[in-house]
């Protein structure tokens, strides 16, 4: 069984940094795009950022120039790293991946349980 575990959220100042982690684990054969969305209560989830397993990148317009998601392939895990944070940054962030598990031969998506970031003004 494939999981996605999120840790690295808190309680930040606003125009802080905090840098959050993904680690996917179990039995997985090769993981192809990796992502970060976030989701305010009554609000759909915000796509942030994604990140292909050749490294190529792209943003959201709300977060392109404060955050950087980076992956380590080896640790099959996936980064965010949040700088110059604002108070409406304040959201549960979920970690998301495309997978392909030895048991099967398609990928699926997974999603973590979330972490949830605050941003005090």
């Known amino acids: 069984q494939v999981q996605l575990v999120e840790s690295g959220g808190g309680l930040v100042q606003a125009g802080g940094s905090l840098r959050l982690s993904c680690v996917a684990s179990?039995?997985?054969?090769?993981?192809?795009?990796m992502a970060w969305y976030r989701q305010v209560p009554g609000r759909q989830r915000e796509f942030l950022a994604a990140?292909?397993?050749?490294?190529?990148?792209n943003y959201a317009n709300s977060v392109k120039g404060r955050f950087s998601i980076s992956r380590d392939n080896a640790k099959n895990s996936v980064y965010l790293q949040m700088n110059s944070l604002k108070p409406e940054d304040t959201a549960v962030y979920y970690c998301?991946?495309?997978?392909?598990?030895?048991?099967?031969?398609?990928?699926?998506?997974?999603w973590g349980q979330g972490t949830q970031v605050t941003v005090s003004s």
């Open positions: 990140i292909q397993n050749s490294g190529s990148r």
């Open positions: 998301n991946a495309f997978i392909r598990s030895m048991e099967t031969a398609f990928l699926d998506e997974y």
């Open positions: 179990g039995s997985i054969f090769g993981i192809n795009a």
